[in-house]
């Protein structure tokens, strides 16, 4: 019997794609976009077009296991669920009698978008527990500071629009690698005279096929943003209009943005200075014109400010004004959800009688090696593998290998931080439980029931936290919520955007789009997030200074690690959830170089090379393909390291330094040495 069933693409993508399985006789056959979705539009990346590979891949988890070899060495027997849910009930009572229950660190991020199997039961249960809390910074929380401050609430042009654009700018945005959903409407747009401009540090997919692309410096996007707002406001190109309707502080912004001449901006990002003055110009005169933002520009020191100072431009030209117009870096906020009521932070005062601590995900090498008041004493791991992602690689290392640290991992594959775990759970695939997903790169909500049945003895997150619940004695009622009784509960809320979306809607139509207006335009007319709807320029907090691992940044560190290392998301992988496939190791593994730095180091493509600074080192296959600047290396990410040489990948180099606002990692201010290894 053939069947085809509906579900959601669960993984780290503004995409969030409507999916629709083919199961013959209970097995997953294909895997395709759905062709009524209105940003899906019937396909998929090739990352997800092949994930029933992943699905049935014979690396699956399917049992719950107990370590019984050295942390790190991965080797493991099989348990009973019984015995596995009791060693840690156990342990987690021991441990917070004797140091208290913030001696337990969940750690999780986004490896399932989902809201019930990524912040729902398992919240619930920390709370209740008393654990400390995980500050979850570890990809969008600077970019999310940024434009908050830039525009009050986190909406953005949809990407239906985008179609209608005649000026599309890409900063920092891989689409053809990361949002390639996108990629149809600027097709459209181009098909009708739209030219398509990058600005990154790396000429990828999209920069190659784009009209024109900027080779910026890494972490200098702030000083090409207040340069073009030096042309923009010096030729009288602002939209005086919006700007004295909709905007405050323009009058400081224009003597703040004196300074940043085209010339000044030249010198750190490595653009021309007539570069810079034609793109204010073209950018600022034609109508609509788009900017589509990403997440790279705000994994630097200046992250935060990088992106509320880019996000100010449609503000100062009024292209909010057009459909077409503005900028989108993400559109989560619209999802007005009661997650409280799905989390239930006030939980905490069951066991602590206040708010637990907080440590910063991005700090885990940190939090395992050094935080003492109460140490770390437990870490619960999953929807990440933070032994890949985390920063400061040695350290995390280092925390994960302590004798006294017990770990929980939930997973789908033995990867690098399963090798640590103490207990290691099978989890399901998002094709094998029910979620509910919201988009940061569309309007759509969506909902997916399970398509396939689990393998072997794998559990969702919301069941292995709920049987832990049981476990502990929580008697609380929202421990025995269903998924659906979850879902009515992220649904009750008052606010008009989801307002009438009900769960038996979802059940009938999979994907609902918010009540917002068809074009939705959220500044055509003032309306920021700001409690006197403006949009604030606050240009005293626009102080730029280059970040301090980069060419104009510390003297001393530049003249022993001369390169600045970036690690942008590779095209076919997604952070490190597809690690186990060979293709993808191999792409992971090269570094990008400019021939004249290759050639000064005697370094060819495909040699070996090793690039290292204060913190480790890591080796790579050298790429000399001049999709870099001079004095800039590349290597996509993120690599399984226990598949690397030496074990490690590119987050053995980068910092735990954090950004100018919202606690992010800077994993793009990265000084290196590389050397060629061997004859």
């Known amino acids: 019997m053939t069947e085809i069933r509906h579900s959601v ?78 060693t840690i009930a156990a342990r987690f009572e021991n441990i917070a009698a004797q140091f208290g229950a913030e001696a337990i660190l969940p750690y999780s991020y986004a490896g399932t978008m989902g809201l019930l199997n990524g912040s729902g039961m398992d919240r619930r249960f920390f709370h209740r527990l008393g654990a400390s809390r995980l500050d979850r910074t570890i990809c969008a929380s600077a970019g999310g500071a940024g434009l908050t401050e830039a525009l009050g609430v986190r909406y953005g042009t949809e990407p239906e629009q985008y179609r209608h654009s005649r000026l599309i700018l890409a900063w920092g945005a891989n689409i053809l690698g990361t949002n390639v959903h996108l990629w149809p409407f600027v097709v459209e747009a181009r098909r009708n005279g739209a030219k398509l401009y990058t600005i990154d540090p790396h000429r990828n997919r999209t920069g190659a096929a784009s009209d024109k692309h900027f080779s910026i410096h890494p972490g200098s996007d702030t000083a090409l943003a207040l340069a073009l707002m030096h042309v923009i406001i010096g030729d009288g190109l602002h939209d005086a209009e919006y700007v004295a309707q909709h905007t405050e502080g323009f009058d400081e912004l224009r003597e703040r943005v004196k300074p940043w001449t085209p010339q000044r901006a030249a010198e750190l990002t490595g653009i021309a200075a007539e570069e810079i003055v034609q793109l204010a110009r073209e950018y600022a005169t034609t109508r609509p014109a788009a900017i589509r933002l990403n997440y790279g520009v705000q994994r630097s020191e200046r992250g935060a400010m990088a992106v509320r100072a880019i996000a100010l431009l449609p503000a100062l030209t009024g292209s909010w004004k057009d459909v077409g117009g503005g900028l989108q870096l993400s559109t989560s906020q619209a999802f007005h959800l009661n997650r409280a009521g799905l989390e239930r932070a006030d939980l905490q005062g069951k066991s602590l009688g206040r708010t637990a601590r907080l440590i910063n995900m991005t700090e885990l090498g940190r939090a395992l090696t050094v935080v003492d008041d109460p140490p770390v004493k437990a870490l619960v791991v999953y929807n990440s593998n933070p032994a890949a992602i985390a920063p400061n690689q040695n350290a995390v290392l280092a925390g994960l290998r302590r004798d006294d640290l017990f770990t929980v991992v939930l997973e789908q594959f033995q990867n690098d931080t399963a090798d640590y775990a103490d207990i290691l759970l099978p989890a399901t695939t998002f094709l094998e439980h029910t979620d509910l997903y919201l988009a940061y790169g569309h309007y759509y909500l969506q909902l997916a029931r399970p398509a396939l049945a689990a393998p072997g003895e794998a559990k969702s997150n919301v069941e292995v936290f709920r049987l832990l619940a049981e476990g502990m004695g929580f008697d609380e009622p ?43 335009q959220p500044f055509a007319e003032g309306g920021f997030g700001t409690a006197d709807g403006k949009c604030h320029f606050k240009a005293e907090s626009l102080d730029y200074e280059p970040p301090v691992e980069s060419r104009f940044g510390d003297a001393k560190l530049r003249s022993q690690y001369p390169f600045e290392l970036i690690s942008p998301k590779n095209d076919d992988s997604m952070n490190s959830t597809f690690g186990h496939r060979d293709s993808l190791d191999l792409e992971t593994s090269a570094l990008h170089m400019h021939a004249s730095d290759a050639a000064r180091l005697g370094i060819r493509s495909a040699d070996q090379v090793r690039a290292y600074n204060q913190r480790g080192s890591c080796i790579f296959v050298a790429q000399v393909d001049n999709s870099v600047s001079a004095g800039v290396v590349c290597t996509p990410s993120v690599r399984w390291g226990k598949r690397a040489p030496g074990k490690r990948n590119a987050n053995a180099l980068t910092s735990e330094r954090l950004t100018d606002a919202g606690g992010g990692p800077t994993f793009y201010s990265c000084l290196v040495q590389v050397e060629r290894i061997g004859d």
Not at 67 to 79: D, L, M, T
Not at 489 to 508: A, Y
């Open 478 to 520: 929202c421990f025995r919520d269903s998924e659906d009784d979850m879902i009515r509960t992220l649904l009750d809320t008052p606010h008009p955007f989801v307002q009438g979306i009900t769960l038996e809607k979802l059940d009938r139509e999979h994907s609902v789009r918010l009540r917002i207006p068809e074009p939705f």
């Open 9 to 86: 693409c669960a993984l780290d993508c503004p995409d969030c794609c409507s999916l629709l399985v083919t199961v013959e006789n209970g097995q997953g056959t294909r895997l395709r976009g759905n062709p009524q979705h209105p940003v899906t539009r019937g396909f998929l990346c090739g990352k997800v077009a092949q994930y029933l590979e992943r699905e049935y891949a014979p690396g699956r988890l399917l049992y719950p296991q107990r370590r019984v070899g050295g942390k790190g060495e991965g080797r493991f027997e099989r348990v009973s669920w019984d015995e596995a849910l009791d």
